[in-house]
């Protein structure tokens, strides 16, 4: 089977003097997945190896520069989902750990259950070997002066750079078929302690089903839970758009190129626009491989390999 990987690093309002770093980083973290794919490595490994490149990276709302809570604090969520066992590892409200995804995977692997969140989740990160870090170290200077202009003031996306999300995701699909979503994500910027959005709900801010393909969203996350957003995606990948009548058309532009794994990545986002007036986005993988993606945003910063050739967006 050919090997498939797409990664996405948040849909937002990405200002003009961030696109150069967003794709940067898309496309580095789509290198270190691919170079694992191209030597028979597997999806799984793939998609933790491009979440942690976009984790580390400040420029994107996940692991180290992730946005700080109303108490100033950096509280993480991540998921990553196997497609074949449909068994997930997901942890949210971590303020210790400085990679979220890796947390993920050991609960993915070696957890009876499927989601660990706060302290129960970091004393399961220590006993499996994993490093805690002081919550400090996990605080990028731009997002605490950020997080000081809200104080000082009112919350705006203004003092954020203009931008106000930007979770990061992959999928990625191995040479022996297996296919992986992740989802990795600090929330939204000036949330609540405690507060836990989509991103690290099974079927919400990801999903994947061998079956059918795989999800990773982003976009803001009250919205997308009520519309089970990466499962509506997965369901439109089963059931290609124009085969239900009782669905009214996509409010969303027709892609390029309107092959099914654009169309579904399309009809869900206007699912979410239409059904919640948010805004948001998705990159996906379906059973074959093929990508697609969708957003209402202005911007969303996404990478993904055509025919052994790197193509990065925004
Ligand atoms: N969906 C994320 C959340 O609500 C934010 C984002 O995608 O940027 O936590």
Redesign the pocket.
């Known amino acids: 089977m050919k090997p498939s990987l797409i990664v996405h690093g ?3 309002d990405i200002p003009d003097e961030a696109v150069d770093a967003c794709k940067a980083g898309c496309e580095r973290a789509l290198a270190a997945g691919w170079s694992i794919l191209t030597q028979s490595g597997s999806a799984l490994d793939a998609v933790q190896a491009a979440v942690i490149v976009l984790e580390d990276d400040p420029a994107f ?1 996940a692991g180290f520069g992730s946005h700080l809570t109303l108490d100033g604090h950096v509280e993480c ?1 991540a998921i990553v989902m196997d497609g074949t066992t449909l068994r997930a590892g997901s942890v949210a409200a971590l303020r210790r750990i400085r990679n979220p995804i890796r947390l993920a995977r050991h609960v993915l692997e070696n957890c009876p259950h499927m989601m660990l969140v706060a302290d129960g989740a970091e004393r399961f990160a220590a006993d499996q070997g994993l490093e805690l870090c002081p919550p400090d170290n996990l605080i990028a200077d731009a997002e605490r002066d950020a997080w000081l202009k809200c104080r000082n003031s009112k919350h705006a996306a203004a003092h954020h750079r203009g931008h106000e ?3 990061v995701g992959a999928v990625a699909l191995d040479s022996h078929g297996r296919l992986f979503a992740a989802t990795s ?1 600090g ?2 910027c000036c949330k609540l302690p405690g507060r836990v ?3 690290p709900l099974i079927g919400c ?1 990801c999903y994947a089903d061998a079956e059918v393909g795989g999800v990773s ?6 919205a ?1 839970m009520k519309v089970v957003l990466a499962k509506t995606t997965a369901d439109f990948l089963r059931r290609p758009v124009g085969t239900d009548p009782n669905l009214s058309p996509s409010i969303l532009p027709k892609p390029a190129t309107p092959d099914v794994a654009s169309l579904a990545a399309r009809e869900a986002v206007s699912v979410l626009a239409k059904r919640t007036h948010a805004t ?1 986005g998705l990159i996906l993988l379906d059973r074959k491989g093929n990508p697609g993606f969708a957003f209402n945003t202005p911007r969303m910063a996404y990478a993904y390999v055509a025919d052994g050739k790197f193509i990065v967006g925004i």
Do not use: V
Not at 217 to 222: A, K
């Open positions: 948040g849909a937002w709302d969520d999300q930007g979770t994500t929330g939204t959005g989509d991103s801010g969203c982003t976009g803001y996350g009250e997308i948001g």
